[in-house]
Protein backbone atom coordinates (compact mmCIF):
# COMPACT_ATOMS: atom_id res chain seq x y z
CA UNK A 1 0.00 0.00 0.00
CA UNK A 2 1.66 3.28 -1.28
CA UNK A 3 1.45 5.85 1.04
CA UNK A 4 2.93 9.71 1.51
CA UNK A 5 2.40 11.25 4.71
CA UNK A 6 3.02 14.99 4.83
CA UNK A 7 3.77 17.38 8.07
CA UNK A 8 4.99 20.16 9.35
CA UNK A 9 2.46 22.60 8.73
CA UNK A 10 0.60 25.37 10.69
CA UNK A 11 -0.16 28.65 12.04
CA UNK A 12 2.80 31.27 11.18
CA UNK A 13 3.54 35.36 11.06
CA UNK A 14 3.99 36.81 7.47
CA UNK A 15 7.52 37.12 7.23
CA UNK A 16 8.14 33.15 8.64
CA UNK A 17 9.34 30.28 7.94
CA UNK A 18 7.92 26.57 7.79
CA UNK A 19 9.71 23.27 6.73
CA UNK A 20 7.22 20.48 4.74
CA UNK A 21 8.25 17.15 5.29
CA UNK A 22 6.31 14.03 2.59
CA UNK A 23 7.43 10.75 3.43
CA UNK A 24 6.85 7.98 1.12
CA UNK A 25 6.13 4.35 1.62
CA UNK A 26 5.22 1.14 -0.18
CA UNK A 27 7.15 2.82 -3.59
CA UNK A 28 10.88 2.50 -5.01
CA UNK A 29 11.05 6.47 -4.01
CA UNK A 30 14.04 6.95 -5.91
CA UNK A 31 12.37 6.40 -8.95
CA UNK A 32 10.05 8.72 -8.18
CA UNK A 33 9.96 12.43 -8.97
CA UNK A 34 8.14 14.17 -6.38
CA UNK A 35 6.60 17.63 -5.80
CA UNK A 36 4.54 20.14 -3.89
CA UNK A 37 1.14 21.30 -4.85
CA UNK A 38 -0.94 24.45 -3.08
CA UNK A 39 -4.44 25.06 -3.22
CA UNK A 40 -5.16 28.12 -1.47
CA UNK A 41 -8.82 28.48 -0.54
CA UNK A 42 -11.67 28.13 -3.74
CA UNK A 43 -8.92 28.10 -6.05
CA UNK A 44 -7.17 25.12 -8.01
CA UNK A 45 -4.28 23.04 -7.00
CA UNK A 46 -1.23 24.57 -8.43
CA UNK A 47 2.34 22.87 -8.67
CA UNK A 48 5.08 25.07 -6.30
CA UNK A 49 7.68 22.97 -6.51
CA UNK A 50 9.18 20.36 -8.12
CA UNK A 51 12.50 18.11 -7.61
CA UNK A 52 13.48 15.10 -10.42
CA UNK A 53 14.99 11.93 -9.78
CA UNK A 54 18.67 13.08 -10.34
CA UNK A 55 17.76 16.84 -8.17
CA UNK A 56 16.94 18.86 -10.74
CA UNK A 57 14.41 21.13 -9.23
CA UNK A 58 11.62 23.95 -10.48
CA UNK A 59 9.61 26.30 -8.43
CA UNK A 60 6.38 28.23 -9.97
CA UNK A 61 7.49 32.04 -10.23
CA UNK A 62 5.49 32.90 -7.36
CA UNK A 63 7.65 30.96 -5.17
CA UNK A 64 11.00 31.40 -6.74
CA UNK A 65 13.74 32.60 -4.35
CA UNK A 66 11.57 31.84 -1.69
CA UNK A 67 11.02 28.00 -1.49
CA UNK A 68 13.18 25.43 -1.52
CA UNK A 69 12.40 21.50 -2.06
CA UNK A 70 14.85 18.53 -1.70
CA UNK A 71 14.80 15.26 -1.28
CA UNK A 72 16.68 12.36 1.15
CA UNK A 73 16.09 8.83 -0.80
CA UNK A 74 17.50 7.11 2.08
CA UNK A 75 14.95 8.68 4.29
CA UNK A 76 12.31 8.34 1.34
CA UNK A 77 11.18 11.66 2.33
CA UNK A 78 10.52 15.07 0.41
CA UNK A 79 10.94 18.75 2.15
CA UNK A 80 9.81 21.61 1.37
CA UNK A 81 11.71 25.05 2.88
CA UNK A 82 9.14 28.01 3.02
CA UNK A 83 10.77 31.05 3.61
CA UNK A 84 9.14 35.07 3.72
CA UNK A 85 5.71 33.41 4.03
CA UNK A 86 2.98 35.92 3.15
CA UNK A 87 -0.86 35.43 3.33
CA UNK A 88 -1.25 34.60 -0.26
CA UNK A 89 0.50 31.16 0.15
CA UNK A 90 -2.02 30.08 2.61
CA UNK A 91 -3.58 26.67 1.79
CA UNK A 92 -3.30 23.06 2.01
CA UNK A 93 -0.04 21.82 0.74
CA UNK A 94 -0.47 18.46 -0.82
CA UNK A 95 2.58 15.87 -1.49
CA UNK A 96 3.19 14.11 -5.42
CA UNK A 97 4.89 11.38 -6.39
CA UNK A 98 5.05 10.62 -10.16
CA UNK A 99 6.80 8.26 -12.39
CA UNK A 100 6.77 8.39 -15.69
CA UNK A 101 6.81 4.70 -16.51
CA UNK A 102 5.21 2.74 -15.63
CA UNK A 103 2.67 5.48 -15.31
CA UNK A 104 1.87 5.94 -11.74
CA UNK A 105 0.91 8.89 -9.90
CA UNK A 106 -0.08 9.02 -5.42
CA UNK A 107 -0.97 12.22 -4.16
CA UNK A 108 -0.75 12.22 0.24
CA UNK A 109 -3.40 13.58 2.30
CA UNK A 110 -2.54 17.33 2.36
CA UNK A 111 -1.20 20.03 5.49
CA UNK A 112 -2.45 22.99 6.30
CA UNK A 113 -0.74 26.13 6.23
CA UNK A 114 -1.74 29.25 7.30
CA UNK A 115 -0.29 32.52 7.12
CA UNK A 116 -1.82 35.43 9.02
CA UNK A 117 -1.02 37.66 11.65
Known amino acids: QVQLVESGGGLVQPGGSLRLSCEAS????????MGWYHQAPGKQRELVAA???????NYADSVKGRFAISRDNAKKTVYLQMNSLNPEDTGVYYC???????????WGQGTQVTVSS
Open 96 to 106: NAERVYPKSTY
Open 26 to 33: GIIFSLYA
Open 51 to 57: ITTSGST
